[in-house]
Every structure is written in structure tokens, then in C-alpha cells.
């Protein structure tokens, strides 16, 4: 069996078939191409970047201007809203019917729209004291960094200009979770490649045209670009809301019991579901200790962490709690523990490898994508350094998206909030002994964020355990034995592919690098495929089965 459980089979209360088992694979994999075209996106923003302005001083102001109003994006949008406001509207659905959870969405609408706006608002009256904050590490720790005034000026200037970005954002977290409890989970999923070409395209234009030379007023024009992209995420969902039958009606009757149910599930979301964000953001501000381009090495690197965990961790979550959502409608069912354990279990199958793999390869891939132009050597080591820190801990980190929302889904949200805080005071604790005490590197930072994740997944797996009973631990960790087993294998394969294809690394041309990268890349996955179907691990079944029927129905 696999991840969803089958959205559908779980709202009509019967048992799960083998005939339904294709179906929510389907639905995972629609939703992980999506994510996975959005994550490349992403990474070629990040390309364009790093080719345009290497590990410089000035995009680290860029990073550090966009953190506040991206921190705000998962604290009060793709986080929490997005996590209280399916969970509650699924239920309304399956309570009091379609039109009923229609207006509690226009209320939430209506509610964000008004919110958001004044957070924006008070963020651009208050940009001088946020960069202040942020930039306090900077004079002290192993190497002081005293920014200047033009720095100072620039970075207020664009969190001004990034600020209303979580207005946007909010909204569409909110339409996104419409459609997602109405089992539409592709263009949700794709919306994120709309703000990536929004904001590449945009920032590009503007950025040229305010300076040409591409220096740091360009970075202006990019920052003007994420607004650009910010509305383009938002309205090429409107299709598709108007096709489930929503309609649009500003309603301020915000005294109701669904809208305070979704605040009440947001307080404690809010600090729980963004701890890794959180933790990125104080990352950030240690970094500025460490000295220039730590701030732009650890985001290059958060970049390629991100692709596993948004194509395959995202992707899976996405699907899974609509489905523990019905299944705890009135109380836990008997469908919550096993569909919990599908989605585990095939984040693992999904993520496992890719971990792996980002460790075993990180020089090569760090060097094919984005040693040009102004990312040199230096820029590359230091960022694959920060990989693989962030690697080591990328299974919890995916395990968290599966594992967080079921909280929400049967009304525990304490304890993921209690999590966050205690992960929350790990990391503070860990970056100043490991910047300021040991007198690390970067690495440190990002081997923190790792440290944290997997504490946090430990604490939320025993507490789920105390609700679920015996999710299916036993059958967690054969399963983790035989994808362990495999991806040793593909390891294995990536080691000696590096030594023999890679090891003149500084000196291959860019084609060459390209095609032993991606024939390694290639080569190590289909060994992993064959060893996980030799070792009849059931996750790989299910997927061979879907493609069949992919096959065959075409």
C-alpha cells in the first residue's frame, strides 16, 4: 500500500482496496512533478544568482533582506494557514457541506487579506530596526563584520520593497488549501513555478534596467522582482477555484466558529511548523559572525537541500493530510496509524537515496550548477561543505512534513509547538558553542539545523506513538533496513564514480562535468531501483504498479 491511503476511499469511510492503492501514488507523484519543475525553478534562480553575484557581500544583504518576509511566508502562510485552514476546511466539507466551507474560506480570505496587509505595513515602517537585528552578530564572534552605510541603506531598501510578498503569500496559501481539500493538487503545487519565473523575469528586467553592470542596485530590481512573482503565485490559481466553484465574497463576519478554530490551531503552528525556518533565520544571523559569504554559501546550499524535501517530503505531506484529516473526523480511526506509517515510510523510500546522494556528490554537483561567472573555487568548496552538513540531518527534515500536520489533523497541536520551542533553544545553543566557543566555520551552522531536525523528529514520533498506539515502528525500521541497504549500494557507486569520473574536477569542461554528473547521477539511482526491487521493498511496488497502469491506460 502507499502514502495517501486514498483520499477518497478514507472520506467515504470503507476500507482500503488494493484496487485504490494506485490512485494516491498517482496523486503523490502528479503533485512531486509539479514541486520538483517549482524546485528547479528555484535552483535556477539561485544559479542566476550565483553567477551574477557570486558569495559577495552584497548578496548577502539581498539573503538577508529576504529572510524576514520569507520566515513570515512559513510562519503565518505555507505553514500554519496552510496546515489549520485544510485541516478544518476538510472537516466542514465532510460536516456541513460544500457551500457551507465556501464561506468560512471567504471569511479566512477576507481575514488574511486584512491582517497581512498591516503586518506589511509595519514591517516597512520598522525595516531600519529589523536589519539592525539581524546584522547584531556581525560586530562580534571569530571574524567582526561592520557593514557600511551603502549596505545598511540597501538592505532596508529591498526588505521595504519584499515586505508585502507575505500579503501575497498568504492568500495563496489560503486558495492552495482550498483546492488541496478539494483534491486538486496539481496547479497548488505548481503555483511555485509561476513566483520563480515571476521573479527571475521580473527581477531580471527591472534589475538591468536600474543597473546594467548587474551591481548592487540590480539586486533592488530582483527584489522588486519577488512582488512580481508573489502575484503571479496567486492568480494562476484562480482557474482552478473558480473550476471546484468557489466565488469570491468579502466577508467580515470573522466571530465564527470555524475561523476560531483555524486561529486556535494557529497558535500553536505558528512557533511549530516553521521551527526550521526559525532556525535558518538565527543561522543566518550567526552567519554574519562567521564573515562574507557565509550568509550566501549556507543559502546556495539550503537551495539543494530544499529539492528533495519539496519534490518528495512536500509532495507526500500534501496528499497525506487531507487523508488523516477524514480519518480523524470523529476521533482516531483505524486508517490514521497506517496511513501515517505510508507516508513515512515512502518519504524514506523517496529521500534516503537523494541524501545520500548530496553528501557522496556535493563538490560535483555544487561545481556543475553554479561555478560560473562570479562563484569561484573558494564559493564551491564552501558551499558543498554546507551540504553536506545540512544532508546529514535531510530524512528527519522530510519525515517532519509527514509527521507535523498529524498533530493538527487530530488536535495535539501542543506538542509540536513545545518541539519547536525546545528545538528552538537546541539551535541558539549549538550555533554559539559552535561559532563563538569552538570557532567554527559555516558548516557548524548548517550541521545545527540538521541536529535540530532529527531531535525534533525523535519527540514527535514517541509523542504520536502515545496517541496512535504502535504506528508501526517494527515495520518502520525493516523498512529503513532495506532502504538503508540499497542506498549503501548506491553509495558505493557514487564513491567510486567520483573517484574515477570526477577526480579532475577544476579543470573539466562543462559538458564533460555535465555528462558524468548526470550519468553518475543516472547510473547510482538504477542501482538503487534494482536493489530496492530485489529486496522487495513495498514502496518500489507500488510505484512499478502505477507505472503500469500508467502504461497500459495509454
Known sequence: MNVGLVVKGIAKGGLIVDERRGMSVKATWKVSAAVMLSRVLGLVREVLFAGLFGGSRWMDCFYLAFKVPNLLRDLF????????????????????????????????????????????????????????????????????????????????????????????????ALVMGMLNARDVFGMPALASCFFNIGSMIGGAVIGYWMDPSWGPRSLVGFSWGVLIGGVSQLVCQFPSLRAVGYRFKANFKWNDSGVKKIVQLMIPAVIAASVTQVNVLVNAMFAYGVGEGAVSWLSYAFRLMQLPIGVFGVAVATVTLPALSRAAMNGMGTDFAPTLLKGLKLVMFLVFPATVGLIMLAQPIVSLLYERGKFDELDRLATAGALQAYGCGLLFYAGLKVLQPAFYAIEKRWFPMIASLMALVVNLGCNYTFVFVFKWGHESLALTTSIVASLNFLFLYLAMMRYAGDIGTKSLILAFLKIGFSTAVMAAVCYFGNQLLLADLCDMAFWRKATAVIGLIGVAGVVYLITTLALKVEEIQDVATMLKRRLGSE
Open 77 to 172: 502562510a505555507e505553514g500554519a494557514l496552510s496546515q489549520a485552514f485544510v485541516t478544518t476546511f476538510s472537516k466542514k466539507v465532510k460536516a456541513d457541506g460544500v457551500e457551507s466551507a465556501w464561506v468560512l474560506a471567504s471569511r479566512m480570505m477576507t481575514l488574511a487579506a486584512v491582517f497581512m496587509s498591516v503586518v506589511a505595513l509595519v514591517g516597512i515602517a520598522v525595516a531600519p530596526w529589523i536589519v539592525d537585528l539581524l546584522t547584531a552578530f556581525s560586530r562580534s564572534g571569530q571574524t567582526p563584520r561592520v557593514y557600511n552605510a551603502d549596505e545598511i541603506s540597501l538592505t532596508v531598501e529591498m526588505v521595504r520593497v519584499m515586505y508585502p510578498f507575505i500579503a501575497l503569500v498568504s492568500l495563496s
